[in-house]
Nanobody
Framework: QVQHVESGGGLVQAGGSLRLSCAAS????????MGWFRQGPGKEREFVAA?????????YADSVKGRFTISRNNAKLNLVYLQMNSLKPEDTAVYYC?????????????????WGQGTQVTVSS
């Protein structure tokens, strides 16, 4: 059974940092791209960042470019990270990780599956 479990969320002041982790199990982790998405209060789920299976290609939403960094560890731990710096109140959301259906790095939400349960990030002003 494929599972993704997010962790690392919390409450932080504007300008602060958090690092989210996503632990994957149940599928050959290094075979497919991974993505981070978020859903703010009253909003639709939106793309945040994605990374190729090898980790050499990344893609970011314009709203987080230059502040967030996605990375992955295929070697042993099957982990995907999202380092979030210079956080803003508008970054407040539940953050989810998901696996792409293939190796392609894409922002298209329909191309992702096996969603985790999410981790709450709250940024206070």
């Amino acid at each position: 059974q494929v599972q993704h479990v997010e962790s690392g969320g919390g409450l932080v002041q504007a300008g602060g940092s958090l690092r989210l982790s996503c632990a994957a199990s149940g599928r050959p982790f290094s075979s497919y791209a991974m993505g981070w998405f978020r859903q703010g209060p009253g909003k639709e789920r939106e793309f945040v960042a994605a990374i190729s299976w090898s980790g050499d290609r990344t893609y970011y939403a314009d709203s987080v470019k230059g502040r967030f960094t996605i990375s992955r560890n295929n070697a042993k731990l099957n982990l995907v990270y999202l380092q979030m710096n210079s956080l803003k109140p508008e970054d407040t959301a539940v953050y989810y990780c998901a696996a792409a259906r293939g190796a392609t790095v894409t922002p298209q939400i329909d191309e992702y599956t096996y969603w985790g349960q999410g981790t709450q990030v709250t940024v206070s002003s």
